[in-house]
């Protein structure tokens, strides 16, 4: 079956870059999506990239997809305390919600 | 009160006992999904429910018993767990059957099984 795999952990000091990194095998995949759950929350939607693109930006953040390799990348520019949480790296062949396939989710921990 | 709304929070039960949790969607959504989220693994489909209809079962125990009485309301009926079933378990929403590939979740239910 599909499968998605992320890094568990990462850590980086406040006001560097975040880069978290997320690799697929459907080679259907149209659609690709990064979640985002802060502590005690469930997930939401951050942004997301039609397999046809190759980046996308949306104000601090930045998508890359490379569909050769499969690989999945969001890029937080100046990272604040704020952006703790866990992200998580999701695909669906037609982007329709029940056939997302997440990810185990990457940790961001975000040191003064 | 607005978007998806779990409880309870948290939930500690022995393997016999019986227990609900129950999950509330104020978006107008007609699909609801149950998500099983265990550290470090991915994200688990478990049920999926569309105009009250149940669309998708992953091949979930069923020691787990979904109930959807209308299109606002979700519970998962919990009996003779086992202590592996101890995980943050999710309610989400979408419209039609959310073809943005957006699910709008609840805080999630904490279980314990002891």
């Known amino acids: 079956g599909e499968d998605v795999e992320q890094s568990l952990f990462l850590s980086v000091r406040e006001g560097d870059s975040s880069v978290i990194n997320c690799t697929y095998t459907?080679?259907?995949?149209?659609?690709l999506y990064w979640y985002k759950q802060e502590p005690g929350a469930g997930l939401q939607l951050l942004t997301y990239?039609?397999?046809?693109?190759d980046m996308k930006q949306d104000q601090r953040l930045t998508v890359l997809l490379n569909k050769k390799d499969k690989h999945l990348s969001l890029r937080i520019a100046d990272t604040q305390t704020g952006d703790s949480a866990i992200y998580f790296c999701?695909?669906?062949?037609?982007?329709?919600?029940?056939?997302?396939?997440f990810g185990t989710g990457t940790r961001l921990q975000v040191t003064l | 009160e607005t978007g998806v709304t779990q409880t309870p929070r948290h939930l500690v039960m022995g393997m016999t006992n019986k227990k609900s949790l129950k999950c509330e969607q104020h978006l107008g959504h007609n699909a609801m999904y149950w998500y099983k989220q265990s550290a470090k693994k991915p994200l688990e489909l478990m049920f999926v429910y569309n105009f009250k209809e149940q669309t998708e079962n992953n091949s979930v125990p069923s020691r787990f018993s979904p109930e959807c009485p209308n299109s606002s309301h979700l519970f998962l009926h919990l009996h003779t767990l086992q202590p592996e079933d101890s995980a943050l378990y999710l309610c989400a929403s979408t419209s039609g059957t959310g073809e943005s590939g957006e699910l709008f979740f609840g805080e999630g239910s904490r279980l314990t099984v002891l």
């Open positions: 999701a695909e669906a062949p037609s982007g329709t919600a029940s056939k997302l396939t």
């Open positions: 990239i039609f397999s046809n693109m």
């Open positions: 459907d080679s259907s995949s149209t659609y």
